[in-house]
Protein backbone atom coordinates (compact mmCIF):
# COMPACT_ATOMS: atom_id res chain seq x y z
CA UNK A 1 0.00 0.00 0.00
CA UNK A 2 1.39 3.38 -0.94
CA UNK A 3 2.53 6.06 1.58
CA UNK A 4 -0.08 7.79 3.39
CA UNK A 5 -0.45 11.27 3.20
CA UNK A 6 -2.78 11.23 6.27
CA UNK A 7 -2.03 8.98 8.99
CA UNK A 8 -5.74 8.91 9.96
CA UNK A 9 -6.37 5.14 10.80
CA UNK A 10 -9.78 3.11 12.18
CA UNK A 11 -9.41 0.49 14.18
CA UNK A 12 -11.50 -2.64 13.32
CA UNK A 13 -10.90 -6.20 14.59
CA UNK A 14 -7.22 -7.02 14.22
CA UNK A 15 -6.20 -10.42 12.41
CA UNK A 16 -4.76 -13.17 14.19
CA UNK A 17 -0.58 -13.10 13.38
CA UNK A 18 0.77 -16.04 11.89
CA UNK A 19 2.11 -18.79 13.48
CA UNK A 20 5.71 -19.51 12.95
CA UNK A 21 6.85 -22.83 11.04
CA UNK A 22 7.94 -25.76 12.78
CA UNK A 23 10.97 -27.64 11.57
CA UNK A 24 11.44 -30.88 11.40
CA UNK A 25 14.36 -32.88 12.61
CA UNK A 26 16.70 -33.81 8.90
CA UNK A 27 16.45 -37.69 8.15
CA UNK A 28 19.61 -39.93 9.54
CA UNK A 29 21.79 -40.89 6.59
CA UNK A 30 21.59 -44.24 5.61
CA UNK A 31 25.30 -45.85 5.61
CA UNK A 32 26.42 -47.87 2.48
CA UNK A 33 25.79 -51.36 3.99
CA UNK A 34 22.00 -50.01 5.56
CA UNK A 35 20.89 -48.17 2.86
CA UNK A 36 18.03 -50.02 0.78
CA UNK A 37 16.81 -49.59 -3.01
CA UNK A 38 14.35 -46.43 -2.95
CA UNK A 39 10.73 -47.20 -3.85
CA UNK A 40 9.27 -46.05 -6.66
CA UNK A 41 7.68 -42.61 -6.07
CA UNK A 42 3.76 -42.70 -5.49
CA UNK A 43 1.19 -39.78 -5.22
CA UNK A 44 -2.36 -40.41 -3.61
CA UNK A 45 -4.71 -40.43 -6.05
CA UNK A 46 -6.75 -37.55 -5.23
CA UNK A 47 -3.49 -35.29 -5.22
CA UNK A 48 -2.61 -36.75 -8.44
CA UNK A 49 -6.16 -35.06 -10.21
CA UNK A 50 -5.76 -31.84 -7.98
CA UNK A 51 -1.81 -32.05 -9.91
CA UNK A 52 -3.53 -32.05 -13.25
CA UNK A 53 -5.70 -29.25 -13.50
CA UNK A 54 -9.20 -30.52 -12.97
CA UNK A 55 -10.04 -29.73 -9.81
CA UNK A 56 -9.13 -29.40 -6.08
CA UNK A 57 -8.58 -32.13 -4.17
CA UNK A 58 -11.45 -32.27 -1.96
CA UNK A 59 -13.50 -32.44 -4.99
CA UNK A 60 -11.43 -35.15 -6.35
CA UNK A 61 -12.03 -37.28 -3.47
CA UNK A 62 -16.01 -37.02 -4.04
CA UNK A 63 -15.38 -37.70 -8.05
CA UNK A 64 -13.24 -41.26 -6.49
CA UNK A 65 -16.23 -42.06 -4.18
CA UNK A 66 -18.50 -41.50 -7.52
CA UNK A 67 -16.74 -44.15 -9.49
CA UNK A 68 -15.69 -41.62 -12.27
CA UNK A 69 -11.83 -42.66 -11.92
CA UNK A 70 -9.84 -45.94 -13.07
CA UNK A 71 -6.29 -46.67 -13.24
CA UNK A 72 -5.29 -49.12 -15.39
CA UNK A 73 -8.93 -49.49 -16.46
CA UNK A 74 -10.31 -50.23 -12.93
CA UNK A 75 -12.59 -48.03 -10.90
CA UNK A 76 -11.49 -46.85 -7.31
CA UNK A 77 -13.22 -45.99 -4.83
CA UNK A 78 -10.69 -46.05 -2.16
CA UNK A 79 -9.87 -43.23 -0.18
CA UNK A 80 -5.91 -42.75 0.31
CA UNK A 81 -5.09 -45.12 -3.02
CA UNK A 82 -1.92 -44.16 -4.80
CA UNK A 83 -1.03 -44.19 -8.15
CA UNK A 84 2.83 -45.45 -8.80
CA UNK A 85 4.90 -44.10 -12.13
CA UNK A 86 3.25 -45.50 -15.18
CA UNK A 87 0.03 -45.98 -13.90
CA UNK A 88 -2.84 -45.25 -16.41
CA UNK A 89 -5.52 -42.85 -15.11
CA UNK A 90 -8.33 -41.98 -16.35
CA UNK A 91 -11.76 -39.57 -15.19
CA UNK A 92 -14.73 -39.94 -17.42
CA UNK A 93 -12.73 -42.51 -19.73
CA UNK A 94 -10.12 -39.44 -20.80
CA UNK A 95 -6.53 -39.92 -19.55
CA UNK A 96 -5.32 -37.94 -16.91
CA UNK A 97 -1.70 -36.60 -16.83
CA UNK A 98 -0.73 -34.66 -13.32
CA UNK A 99 1.36 -31.30 -14.50
CA UNK A 100 4.20 -30.01 -12.71
CA UNK A 101 3.04 -27.44 -10.38
CA UNK A 102 2.97 -23.87 -11.25
CA UNK A 103 2.31 -20.55 -9.78
CA UNK A 104 1.90 -17.15 -11.09
CA UNK A 105 1.27 -14.12 -9.98
CA UNK A 106 -0.07 -11.08 -12.08
CA UNK A 107 -1.31 -7.43 -11.94
CA UNK A 108 -4.47 -7.32 -13.55
CA UNK A 109 -5.28 -4.42 -15.60
CA UNK A 110 -8.45 -2.73 -16.31
CA UNK A 111 -11.03 -4.44 -18.71
CA UNK A 112 -10.33 -7.85 -18.58
CA UNK A 113 -12.30 -10.46 -17.05
CA UNK A 114 -11.03 -13.09 -14.60
CA UNK A 115 -11.71 -16.80 -16.37
CA UNK A 116 -10.07 -19.09 -18.17
CA UNK A 117 -12.79 -18.25 -21.48
CA UNK A 118 -15.19 -15.98 -22.23
CA UNK A 119 -18.47 -16.92 -24.80
CA UNK A 120 -18.84 -13.32 -25.61
CA UNK A 121 -14.73 -13.35 -26.43
CA UNK A 122 -14.45 -10.21 -24.23
CA UNK A 123 -10.77 -10.01 -22.86
CA UNK A 124 -9.36 -12.30 -20.53
CA UNK A 125 -7.03 -12.48 -18.18
CA UNK A 126 -5.41 -15.83 -19.53
CA UNK A 127 -4.69 -13.85 -22.73
CA UNK A 128 -1.79 -11.41 -20.48
CA UNK A 129 -0.11 -14.62 -20.00
CA UNK A 130 -0.93 -16.28 -23.53
CA UNK A 131 1.64 -19.48 -24.18
CA UNK A 132 4.26 -18.70 -22.31
CA UNK A 133 3.10 -21.54 -19.86
CA UNK A 134 2.34 -25.04 -21.13
CA UNK A 135 0.27 -26.00 -18.11
CA UNK A 136 -3.49 -25.42 -17.49
CA UNK A 137 -3.47 -22.91 -14.69
CA UNK A 138 -6.42 -20.80 -13.68
CA UNK A 139 -7.40 -17.61 -11.58
CA UNK A 140 -8.01 -17.94 -7.49
CA UNK A 141 -10.16 -16.11 -6.67
CA UNK A 142 -11.49 -13.05 -8.56
CA UNK A 143 -11.56 -9.46 -9.10
CA UNK A 144 -14.34 -8.04 -11.21
CA UNK A 145 -13.32 -6.84 -14.61
CA UNK A 146 -13.06 -3.00 -13.65
CA UNK A 147 -10.80 -3.95 -10.29
CA UNK A 148 -7.02 -3.90 -11.02
CA UNK A 149 -4.21 -4.84 -8.67
CA UNK A 150 -2.84 -9.02 -7.40
CA UNK A 151 -4.41 -11.93 -8.88
CA UNK A 152 -2.65 -16.04 -7.92
CA UNK A 153 -2.74 -18.06 -10.98
CA UNK A 154 -1.60 -22.29 -10.94
CA UNK A 155 -2.61 -25.18 -12.06
CA UNK A 156 -2.05 -26.73 -7.67
CA UNK A 157 -5.89 -27.74 -7.22
CA UNK A 158 -4.58 -28.42 -2.99
CA UNK A 159 -3.89 -24.92 -2.63
CA UNK A 160 -6.07 -22.79 -4.79
CA UNK A 161 -8.72 -24.32 -2.50
CA UNK A 162 -7.11 -23.62 0.65
CA UNK A 163 -6.74 -19.81 -0.52
CA UNK A 164 -10.16 -19.55 -1.16
CA UNK A 165 -11.61 -21.24 1.60
CA UNK A 166 -13.63 -19.02 4.29
CA UNK A 167 -11.79 -20.58 6.87
CA UNK A 168 -8.16 -19.75 6.01
CA UNK A 169 -9.27 -16.17 6.15
CA UNK A 170 -7.00 -15.27 3.64
CA UNK A 171 -5.85 -11.34 3.80
CA UNK A 172 -6.60 -8.96 1.23
CA UNK A 173 -5.13 -5.09 0.86
CA UNK A 174 -7.55 -2.74 -1.38
CA UNK A 175 -6.67 1.11 -2.56
CA UNK A 176 -9.82 2.52 -2.91
CA UNK A 177 -10.53 5.76 -4.66
CA UNK A 178 -14.05 7.51 -4.08
CA UNK A 179 -16.07 9.62 -5.65
CA UNK A 180 -16.40 12.06 -2.79
CA UNK A 181 -14.59 12.04 0.56
CA UNK A 182 -15.38 9.51 3.10
CA UNK A 183 -16.80 10.91 6.05
CA UNK A 184 -15.65 10.68 9.72
CA UNK A 185 -19.02 8.95 10.57
CA UNK A 186 -19.13 6.73 7.61
CA UNK A 187 -15.85 5.67 8.35
CA UNK A 188 -16.66 4.22 11.90
CA UNK A 189 -19.85 3.05 10.29
CA UNK A 190 -17.44 0.57 7.71
CA UNK A 191 -15.41 -0.60 10.78
CA UNK A 192 -18.07 -1.33 12.61
CA UNK A 193 -19.47 -3.31 9.99
CA UNK A 194 -21.97 -2.82 6.70
CA UNK A 195 -24.63 -5.62 6.53
CA UNK A 196 -24.65 -7.07 3.15
CA UNK A 197 -26.98 -9.98 1.93
CA UNK A 198 -24.71 -12.80 2.96
CA UNK A 199 -23.81 -10.93 6.62
CA UNK A 200 -22.32 -8.25 8.22
CA UNK A 201 -18.67 -7.46 6.25
CA UNK A 202 -16.37 -6.46 8.83
CA UNK A 203 -12.40 -4.80 7.65
CA UNK A 204 -9.77 -5.86 9.44
CA UNK A 205 -8.58 -2.20 8.83
CA UNK A 206 -9.38 1.30 7.16
CA UNK A 207 -7.03 3.67 6.56
CA UNK A 208 -7.44 7.17 5.61
CA UNK A 209 -4.63 8.02 2.55
CA UNK A 210 -5.56 11.22 1.41
CA UNK A 211 -5.72 14.84 2.80
CA UNK A 212 -8.86 14.98 0.59
CA UNK A 213 -10.46 11.43 2.37
CA UNK A 214 -11.38 10.03 -1.27
CA UNK A 215 -8.33 7.16 -1.29
CA UNK A 216 -8.81 4.72 0.82
CA UNK A 217 -6.91 1.60 2.23
CA UNK A 218 -8.82 -1.51 3.28
CA UNK A 219 -7.67 -4.69 5.03
CA UNK A 220 -10.18 -7.51 5.08
CA UNK A 221 -10.49 -11.31 4.70
CA UNK A 222 -14.04 -11.60 3.43
CA UNK A 223 -14.18 -13.04 -0.38
CA UNK A 224 -17.76 -12.57 -0.90
CA UNK A 225 -18.94 -11.10 -4.59
CA UNK A 226 -17.52 -7.42 -5.34
CA UNK A 227 -17.27 -6.82 -1.24
CA UNK A 228 -15.27 -3.77 -1.32
CA UNK A 229 -17.24 -1.86 -3.81
CA UNK A 230 -20.39 -2.66 -1.93
CA UNK A 231 -19.78 -2.08 1.54
CA UNK A 232 -18.95 1.74 0.12
CA UNK A 233 -22.29 1.40 -2.05
CA UNK A 234 -24.40 0.35 1.11
CA UNK A 235 -23.33 4.16 2.19
CA UNK A 236 -23.70 6.02 -1.05
CA UNK A 237 -20.15 6.47 -1.95
CA UNK A 238 -19.12 5.40 -5.94
CA UNK A 239 -15.86 3.43 -6.46
CA UNK A 240 -14.68 5.31 -8.96
CA UNK A 241 -11.10 3.39 -8.75
CA UNK A 242 -10.30 -0.30 -7.32
CA UNK A 243 -6.72 -2.14 -6.85
CA UNK A 244 -6.15 -4.83 -4.80
CA UNK A 245 -2.60 -4.50 -3.54
CA UNK A 246 -1.27 -7.68 -1.04
CA UNK A 247 -2.76 -10.77 -1.35
CA UNK A 248 -2.16 -13.84 1.03
CA UNK A 249 1.55 -11.98 1.62
CA UNK A 250 2.13 -10.71 -1.80
CA UNK A 251 2.47 -7.71 -3.32
CA UNK A 252 2.99 -5.65 -6.65
CA UNK A 253 6.44 -4.60 -5.57
CA UNK A 254 8.99 -4.59 -9.25
CA UNK A 255 5.60 -6.03 -10.86
CA UNK A 256 3.91 -3.07 -13.71
CA UNK A 257 0.55 -3.09 -14.36
CA UNK A 258 -0.21 -5.96 -17.21
CA UNK A 259 2.77 -7.85 -15.95
CA UNK A 260 3.18 -11.12 -14.58
CA UNK A 261 5.58 -13.56 -13.17
CA UNK A 262 6.28 -16.85 -11.71
CA UNK A 263 6.34 -17.24 -7.24
CA UNK A 264 9.58 -17.46 -5.67
CA UNK A 265 10.25 -20.98 -3.90
CA UNK A 266 9.96 -19.40 -0.93
CA UNK A 267 7.13 -17.44 -2.03
CA UNK A 268 5.62 -20.84 -2.94
CA UNK A 269 6.71 -22.64 0.24
CA UNK A 270 5.07 -19.39 2.41
CA UNK A 271 1.73 -19.76 0.62
CA UNK A 272 1.73 -23.71 1.04
CA UNK A 273 2.73 -23.27 5.33
CA UNK A 274 -0.13 -20.21 5.53
CA UNK A 275 -1.56 -20.18 8.50
CA UNK A 276 -3.86 -16.67 10.00
Not at 79 to 99: C, F, I, L, S, T
Not at 175 to 183: A, G, H, I, S
Request: charged fraction near 30%; charge should be positive.
Amino acid sequence: MPKRSTRSRVRASGSVPAKPLHKGKAPKKAGPETSAPAAPETIRLNRYIANSGICSRREADKRIAMGLVSVNGQVITEMGYKVKPGDVVRYENRVVRAEKPVYILLNKPKGYLTTTNDPQERKTVMQLIGTAVKERVYPVGRLDRNTTGLLLLTNDGMLAEKLSHPSYKVKKVYKVQLNRPLTKADAERIAQGVVLEEGKAIPDNLAILSDDRKTIGIELHIGWNRVVRRIFEALDYEVVKLDRTLYAGLDKKDLPRGKWRFLTREEIIKLKHFRQ
